[in-house]
């Protein structure tokens, strides 16, 4: 389409550029009537009708272009470092489990931080932590295990939680908190991206 228009102004503007002049006393070649007499004009430039045809076909070409530009594709969504849960969680209640997951994750952190910022915090090991999420998880869902529901999430999250917070269940320190927070929540924003 682009195309075609391209060459049917260029066509236009090369006939009427290259048409003789009329010579004088007989009727222009066009089938244009005849324009009004206005101000003398030189006899040295083109006539106004190839200037407009020039134009016509600019404005062509101009219309062509802009309307066959493709819009850019939206960006997607940024890929969660470390752990990526989309298309994990799976079955009927899927957004429902990574919803539910996401929310569950991000207490559990916002719980461990401000623990940590007491004058004597009440969880001082990583079994703590631990026992704090499985209890948790059971208040919340009512004994239900999304582990269960959701096999593949359960042992995706296990991996990544073992490599990022460890294993051990002994004491911690401020920055075993901190790995332990910031592990929480690179979790809870896997399974909130999951959940969308």
């Keep these: 389409m682009t195309t075609a228009l391209l ?7 090369w006939l009427l550029w290259s048409r003789p002049a009329a010579p004088a006393g007989l009727p222009p070649l066009s089938p244009l009537p005849s324009l ?7 006899s040295g430039g083109p ?3 190839t200037l407009l045809a020039i134009l016509a076909a600019g404005a062509m070409v101009a219309f062509a272009i802009r309307e066959s530009r493709t819009p850019a594709p939206a960006p997607g969504p940024a890929p969660v470092v470390g752990l990526d849960l989309r298309g994990r969680f799976v079955g009927p209640d899927a957004a429902t489990d990574a919803a539910l997951t996401a929310a569950l994750l991000e207490e559990l952190a ?16 990583g079994a703590a932590f631990d026992d704090l999420r499985r209890a948790a998880r059971e208040l919340r869902c ?5 582990g269960a529901r959701q096999p593949a999430v359960r042992d995706e999250i296990k991996r990544y939680l073992d490599a990022e917070a460890g294993t051990e269940g002994g004491p911690v320190d401020a920055a ?17 991206e999951a959940s969308r």
């Excluded at 060459?7 to 503007?13: E, K, M, T």
Aim: proline share 7%; hydrophobic share 50%; net charge positive.
């Design 142 to 146: 009512r004994g239900v295990s999304l």
């Design 176 to 192: 075993a908190r901190a790995k332990w927070v910031r592990a929480y929540r690179a979790v809870a924003a896997a399974a909130a």
């Design 47 to 49: 006539h106004p009708l």
């Design 7 to 13: 060459l049917a102004g260029l066509a236009v503007a």
């Design 110 to 125: 916002s719980q461990i931080e401000w623990d940590g910022q007491q004058a004597e915090p009440r969880m001082k090991t």
């Design 36 to 42: 009004p007499a206005g101000p003398a004009m030189s």
